[in-house]
């Protein structure tokens, strides 16, 4: 659904290949920002060259846990591509925010909700509003 909703968005923008391109441009100017960092950090810790395959999954982790390229990433994401934002993160915290509303609504007093880091901050000003 989310994928479907995204398209309708991008062909509903005029420009679906646009949109496309956008997406793209954003996320690979971000993770080569990463991706920098970590060769630069892998070279200067080893005397030899360093391995690709390493540098990817060194790249990886490096991501999953860089608050501060998740928060540059989204923010970018929400400027420059409004139409995936708004796909896969606005309407989503709105629907997740929203069952756990109506979990509580409905007497649940203890509930526990897994959600991807992009969608903490929306769901949590949801739930506070």
């Known amino acids: 659904v989310t ?3 995204a398209a309708e ?3 509903r923008s005029g420009d679906p290949m646009g949109v496309l391109n ?3 441009s954003v996320s690979e100017a ?3 920002i990463v991706e920098a960092k ?3 950090e892998m ?3 080893s005397e030899s060259e360093v391995d690709e395959k390493e ?3 060194a790249v990886i982790e490096s991501i999953k846990t860089n608050a501060s390229f998740q928060a540059n990433l989204f923010q970018r994401l929400e400027t420059e591509v409004p139409e995936f934002s708004r796909a896969f993160i606005t309407e989503r915290d709105y629907i997740m925010a929203e069952a756990i509303r109506r979990e509580g609504a409905n007497g649940a007093t203890n509930i526990v ?3 991807g880091a992009a969608h903490l901050p929306g769901m949590s000003k949801k739930l506070l509003e």
Request: proline letters at 0%; a positive charge.
């Open 3 to 5: 994928i479907k909703r």
């Open 9 to 11: 968005l991008a062909l």
């Open 22 to 24: 956008r997406l793209m």
């Open 30 to 32: 971000e993770m080569s």
């Open 38 to 40: 970590v060769r630069s």
């Open 43 to 45: 070279e200067s810790s």
């Open 55 to 57: 540098l990817k999954q």
């Open 113 to 115: 909700v897994v959600v």
